[in-house]
């Protein structure tokens, strides 16, 4: 638990310290990004990308989140208590990291690459599938530890993407997007420490000899 609030905390630290550095002027690397995307949003592939940004960013996460509550209340329905307030922490843990995006926004007041709706850090999208993917990898490793390491993987994959797909429709610069994820391991980690879902279930299994 102490190392998890000990991550959370630093993670923290680094997207504040990032929303600080770039909110009235952005790095250089964000204007050379943005420069080298310039203008492919418009036409045929930025409708496609909007497609695939919403698809991956929103719709996704919301369909995880919605399972999730589902199978908890089914667990909790089964009397399989245990499973169904490990996944009520879980979706706790959710909530708390995607609020990062909306308290946040406010606070930094930083300016859009170009007209958009809202402020830029940090990107709600990628704080949206990057929660999701937090939530799932907890929830995989107390209740399918097998399948932790294919969860971290393709929620991993799938946050890039949706980084990627900010970037292209030219709404976000560099920074905000990881400025995100910094944001989710930070206050997402730190629920989960209060929460006692960090390190994880200790193993039943004896040492090997």
């Known amino acids: ?6 991550t959370g905390l630093v993670f923290l630290a680094l997207f504040i310290a990032l929303g600080l550095a770039v909110a009235k002027h952005p790095l250089a ?9 310039e203008g492919l949003w418009r036409g045929t592939l930025g409708s496609v990308t909007n497609v695939v940004s919403d698809l991956l960013g929103m719709v996704v996460p919301a369909a995880v989140m919605i399972g999730v509550l589902v199978g908890a209340i089914l667990t909790w329905y089964r009397r399989l208590r245990r499973e169904a307030w490990i996944a009520l922490r879980v979706l706790l843990v959710y909530g ?20 958009y709706a809202e402020f830029s850090y940090p990107s709600g999208h990628v704080v949206s599938i990057a929660s999701a993917g937090l939530a799932v990898v907890l929830l995989c490793r107390w209740l399918a530890p097998t399948l932790t390491r294919w969860a971290a993987l393709a929620f991993g994959l799938a946050t890039v993407v949706v980084a990627l797909t900010r ?24 629920a989960a420490a209060v929460l006692r879902l960090l390190p994880g279930p200790v193993s039943a299994r004896p040492p090997a000899a």
């Open 96 to 115: 708390v990291a995607r609020l990062t995006s909306w308290v946040a926004k406010p606070i930094f007041l930083r300016a859009r690459p170009r007209a």
């Open 1 to 6: 638990m102490i190392r998890g609030l000990a």
């Open 29 to 37: 690397i964000d204007l050379a990004v943005t420069g080298a995307f």
């Open 167 to 190: 970037l292209l429709l030219g709404v976000h610069w560099l920074s905000d997007t990881v400025g995100a994820v910094l944001g989710v391991l930070g206050t997402g980690l730190l």
